[in-house]
């Protein structure tokens, strides 16, 4: 998302600059060159008759404007969600401000639980908010899995310096097959 | 050295006060990534603009605003009236959004264009001379030190802000055993601070940012 809005930023100031300059260049151009029958550089002439002879309920308005409301729809959410998914931790002075990354945290959190006995893998989600531990057990684990899986994220959590401690989910699967 | 020789050189310059811890903590917030309100609020307002526009002219083209006003002509004969009565006043308001357009536009993509700013450090400004630090030279110093200490693989720093409240941008890559904690202390107590000491700075904002080296650790299946 973020690299969406970092393309289509300046591609979108440069595209309004383009229309300025010629709404510009055609009105100055139509005012100075009286009778202006063409125009300069956009044929604008033409537009005109055929917005004229075409009424709002004509069949492409509709269609245009279902997918201009669309485009908009589009940019808005754009730039809405394109903001930044950082992790704050407490810093130890009021200058410095400590920051780490979804993918660190989740990353810390799938080594911690990876590690621990009677985990055949895991997958982890994590945001600032909640942290989701998919833990796939072994045949022969027994079903405090899920309890000791959480207790382990609690205890890596309890460790790092959080501004802002998320909740932990748990799921625990049983993997078929010998160990 | 340099430095404290300038100072004790000119000692009824008065000492700046250090900024406001809550100024302070503003600047280190902005160091921690390039700003992308501008562009995002750009979207926002386009997006808005569009989706307006284009849903009232949908509601228009069916009818909901009354089944005559959706048969009249999109070029109305009306509106081409009345900027015909007024022509001096229609071109020159067509003129000014244009140039409004053109000056938006440009600032919008140069800003967003433009990398960002990495300011020297200006130690002492004098009247005749100043001694700045360059940019790269006082980061690659403290990335240096900050790689140096236990629990870190390594290090990366860049100045960001400007010349007048400049700020530090830090990357930390952690080590599989590092104590986050300890690493956040041992990185404010020594480096930062004698950063700031030997630089001669009354304040620097800082921002860490911290990431995890790539794990060394053999395969998980032994």
Redesign the interface.
């Known amino acids: 998302m ?1 690299v969406l ?2 393309v ?17 260049i055609e ?2 151009a139509a ?1 100075v060159r009286t009778p202006a029958t063409t125009g300069l550089l956009v044929p604008w002439p033409d537009w ?1 008759a055929s ?7 004509n069949t492409p ?2 269609a ?17 969600l ?3 998914h ?1 992790i704050a ?1 407490s ?11 979804p993918r ?1 945290l989740a ?2 959190v799938g ?1 911690r639980v ?1 590690a621990a006995d009677g985990v055949a893998a895991a997958s982890v989600t994590a945001t600032g908010r909640k942290v989701s531990v998919g833990a796939q057990a072994w045949n022969d684990a027994g079903p405090e899995l899920r309890g000791s899986v959480t207790s382990t994220v609690d205890e890596l959590l309890d ?3 959080l501004a802002r401690r998320p909740r932990v989910a748990v799921t625990v699967q049983e993997r078929k097959g010998p160990r | 050295m340099t430095v404290s020789m300038d100072k004790s050189a000119s000692p009824e310059q008065p000492v700046e006060p250090p900024p406001a ?2 100024a ?2 503003r ?3 902005s ?3 390039r700003s ?1 309100g ?7 307002l ?10 009232l ?2 509601l ?4 909901v605003f009354g ?1 005559a ?7 109305d ?1 009306v509106v081409v009236d009345l900027l015909r009565a007024q022509p001096l006043v229609a ?1 020159l308001v ?2 000014a ?14 800003r ?2 433009r990398p960002e700013r990495k300011p020297d450090l200006v130690i002492d400004r004098g009247p005749t001379t100043a001694i700045t630090v360059s940019s790269s030279a006082a980061a690659d110093a403290l990335a240096a030190q900050a790689a140096e200490l236990p629990g870190v693989g390594r290090a990366r720093a860049r100045m960001v802000g400007t010349e007048d409240a400049p700020a530090l941008r830090v990357w930390v890559w952690l080590a ?1 055993d590092a ?3 300890d690493v ?2 041992k ?3 020594q480096v ?1 601070t004698s950063a700031r000491t030997s630089l001669g700075l009354v ?10 080296d790539q ?1 060394t650790a053999g395969p ?1 299946v032994a």
């Open positions: 973020r809005l970092r289509l930023a300046p591609l979108l100031g440069l595209a309004l600059a383009a229309v300025g300059v010629l709404l510009v009105v100055v005012w005109r917005l004229e002879a075409l009424t709002w309920a308005v509709p245009i404007a279902i997918g201009v409301a669309v485009l908009g729809l589009l940019l808005l959410l754009v730039g809405l394109a903001r930044r950082d931790l810093s130890p002075a009021p200058e410095v401000t400590v920051t780490t990354s660190v990353r810390l080594r990876r460790e790092l310096p | 811890s809550g302070l903590r600047r280190s917030r160091a921690v990534a992308s501008g562009d995002r609020s750009l979207l926002v386009l997006g808005l603009v569009l989706l307006a526009a284009g849903v002219v949908a228009l083209a069916y009818g089944t006003r959706a048969g009249r002509p999109l070029l004969p071109r067509a003129i959004a244009g140039l409004l357009l053109l000056v938006l536009g440009l600032t919008r993509a140069a967003s264009l599989d104590d986050v904690r956040l202390e990185l404010h107590g930062l304040a620097l904002p800082v921002a860490v940012r911290l990431e995890l794990s998980r």
